[in-house]
């Protein structure tokens, strides 16, 4: 990493330096003279002015310019961004005028090497934000930038980063065309950072505070309303389930004691029917009955030795539990 440091560092100087010769060889440069589209001058301090307004400049044309200037004004040209190489060897620049530019980008440390600045002006350009990188190893001791005119967003990183750089910057002038308070864009449009510095974060954090707690909460009521929803679902389908099968079980145990009576009932049907029909020979039932054979009472009766040798019979009891005397049978020869 090292090495490739070196060695970019080595390229820059090259290129610098054939920038520098091919800047001789076109004439533009002077080495410590005025560029061509600028009036050089001293001011009533004796101080030396380098103007190049309405020059028309897309970049600094830093090769042409004195050494010795103390003042370096850059009105109304065409400038879109200021690099690390745009102001480098004006060690006794104090003043720096950029005004009514296109000037969107700074790169770091663009300002650096310059001990003995004072004042930068980059009013009326395309700036959205002051980046913190813009005066990193600067080595003046404090600087006054004017931003007036710029399309500043005022937020959080706006804010930030003027904390980190006030110690040796001042930035003056920001009017907002938009801003983060509440989180309502442009509630700060046409106001001064100064008006909103206060209220930018200091009272956000509280409305988001409040949101964020409220949103939670919601997401809770949510979580824990799908979860209770789920077990009841199970719940019902389970006892659901559970009531049909008894349902179920009651309803075969009433078919099967419906089926029960309306067999005996079929059956109590069919042997009033023999009966009636007995004697008759016809009917769709006589082939079968006629097949039956008839039983006596004496049929039921097995052999006994008391019966043959004219014993007594013991008494014979009834259902009901009375006794029935049997009368004694006949004697058999």
Known sequence: MDQFCTRLSNVLQIFFVL????????????????PSKCLCRNDVDGKLVVDCTD?????????NIPCGAKKLLFINNNLKKLSRMSFIGL??????????NFISYIE?????GLPSLRRISLVRNDMRTIESWYFRDVSFEHVMVAVDGNPMYCDEDLKENINLIKSRVTVGGIICSGGEIWRVLGKVRGRTYEDVETQIRKNFESWEMALLTLSSFIFFVIVLSTICGICKY???NYTTGEYLRRANRRHSNVRSYAGSEASD?????????????????????????????????????????SLVLGGQTQPAYSDSGSERVLSPPERRY
């Open 265 to 305: 009932h079929k059956n109590h049907h069919r042997r009033h029917h023999h009966k009636s029909g007995a004697g008759s020979k016809s009917g769709p039932h006589s082939a079968k009955e006629s097949r039956k054979i008839e039983m006596k009472s004496e049929d039921h009766f097995e052999d006994d030795d």
């Open 91 to 100: 060690r006794e620049l104090e003043e720096i005028d950029m005004s009514g």
């Open 19 to 34: 920038s520098v010769f091919a800047s001789w060889v076109s004439g533009d440069v002077t080495f410590g003279t005025c």
């Open 55 to 63: 020059a028309l400049y897309e970049e600094v044309p830093v090769t």
């Open 108 to 112: 770091p440390e663009s300002f650096a």
């Open 234 to 236: 199970r719940s019902g």
